[in-house]
């Protein structure tokens, strides 16, 4: 059967296999190269990423500072000003409920 075929058949089926193997190889080729450029670039861009995470930590970093400079001036704030200013509006309101009760009786009474 095989002295039947003619040996150019042969060759052109060889020879277009040969040519599709080869254009996968140069496909690949093509395929790998690419890759390593954008490894490159993806390379360069997480460096860029990282140093910018570096520069928002230490904003984060700030922020907080200002945080908790901003609670202890309030709680100074809170302990110096705002008790003692609650404390004499409840000895004023002590001292206006003893002159009323002297002056005539509890408020919301009615007689």
């Known amino acids: 059967m095989l002295n039947q075929i003619p040996a150019e058949f042969w060759m052109v ?58 609670k202890t001036t309030v709680e100074e704030v809170q302990d110096n000003v705002v008790t003692p200013v609650i404390k004499i509006a409840s000895i004023i309101g002590m001292v206006s409920d003893i002159v009323d009760s002297f002056t005539g009786g509890f408020k919301g009474t009615k007689e």
């Open 13 to 70: 089926i060889i020879s277009v296999l040969t040519l599709f193997l080869v254009f996968i190889m140069y496909q690949i080729a093509n395929l790998l190269k690419e890759s390593t450029k954008t490894m490159a670039e993806t390379t360069k861009v997480v460096t860029e990423l990282q140093d910018t995470v570096k520069k928002a930590n230490l904003v984060l970093e700030d922020a907080a500072e200002v945080v908790s400079m901003t």
